[in-house]
C-alpha cells in the first residue's frame, strides 16, 4: 500500500511568488488533513476535508492560502503571493473517519 | 478547547536506559489519545493510541502509553532505549471524540540518545 504521497519534497521560492503544495491521500481514506509545522509554533491544523467537502478552515492563517480537494485523490494547498514567514514544513495527512492519520513525508517550504 | 502539554522540551536517555516522556491533555470528555514518532525529515508515524478500554496500549518498537483520568495524563515509557528511538516525540488528542476532525498535537519531546 502506498501511503500518502506529497510533492514536492523541497520548494524554494522568493517572496510573492505563487506555491502550490501537492497531496495524494491513501486510497479509500474519506479524511484529508494539511498542517503546518514550525519551531515556534509546532503542529498546526490549517484545514480538513471530510468526503472531499472541507469542513474546517478556521486554522488558515490568512487570505494567501486556499486548500482544494476536487476529488478523493488529489488535494493542493496554494499560497499567493508567500511570504518569508511562511517557510515552514507543510504535511498533509489522511484517514477513513474516526480513525488513525497516517502522514505524507512533507513539502520543506522555504520563501527568501 | 482540547489542549496538550509536553512539558520536556528535550530528554536525555542513555541506550539501554528506560524512558517515559510526559504528556498531559485539557478535554472535557473521555479523549482519543495518541503519540507519534518523527524522525529528521520525515512525516509522523503512529507508535499507539488510546481510545477505550484497557488504560495500559501497547504500541510498536516495544512502547507503551498508559491513560491515567485522574492525572489527565497519557505518558509514553519504553523499558530500554535504542539509538534508533533517538527522535521527536508528539502526543496528541483527537479535536472532538469519535469524529474525524483532525488532531491537536503537543509541542513534542526531542529525545536524544546517548551511547
Known amino acids: 500500500d502506498a501511503g500518502v504521497i506529497q510533492s514536492p519534497r523541497h520548494e524554494v521560492t522568493e517572496m510573492g511568488q505563487e506555491v502550490t503544495l501537492r497531496c495524494k491521500p491513501i486510497?479509500?481514506?474519506?479524511?484529508l488533513f494539511w498542517y503546518r509545522q514550525t519551531m515556534m509554533r509546532g503542529l498546526e491544523l490549517l484545514i480538513y476535508f471530510n468526503n472531499n467537502v472541507p469542513i474546517d478552515d478556521s486554522g488558515m492563517p490568512e487570505d494567501r492560502f486556499s486548500a482544494k480537494m476536487p476529488n478523493a485523490s488529489f488535494s493542493t494547498l496554494k499560497i499567493q503571493p508567500s511570504e518569508p514567514r511562511d517557510s515552514a514544513v507543510y504535511f498533509c495527512?489522511?484517514?477513513?473517519?474516526?480513525?488513525?492519520?497516517?502522514f505524507g513525508s512533507g513539502t520543506q517550504l522555504s520563501v527568501l | 478547547a482540547q489542549s496538550v502539554t509536553q512539558p520536556d522540551i528535550h530528554i536525555t536517555v542513555s541506550e539501554g536506559a528506560s524512558l517515559e516522556l510526559r504528556c498531559n491533555y485539557s478535554y472535557g470528555a473521555t479523549p482519543y489519545l495518541f503519540w507519534y514518532v518523527q524522525s529528521p525529515g520525515q512525516g509522523l508515524q503512529l507508535l499507539l493510541k488510546y481510545f477505550s478500554g484497557d488504560t495500559l496500549v501497547q504500541g510498536i518498537k516495544g512502547f507503551e502509553a498508559e491513560f491515567k483520568r485522574s492525572q489527565s495524563s497519557f505518558n509514553l515509557r519504553k523499558p530500554s532505549v535504542h539509538w534508533s528511538d533517538a527522535a521527536e516525540y508528539f502526543c496528541?488528542?483527537?479535536?472532538?471524540?469519535?469524529?474525524?476532525?483532525?488532531?491537536?498535537f503537543g509541542k513534542g519531546t526531542h529525545l536524544i540518545i546517548q551511547p
Open positions: 496528541a488528542v483527537e479535536r472532538s471524540g469519535g469524529g474525524a476532525d483532525g488532531l491537536t
Open positions: 486510497s479509500g481514506h474519506n479524511s
Open positions: 495527512a489522511s484517514s477513513r473517519m474516526g480513525t488513525v492519520l497516517f
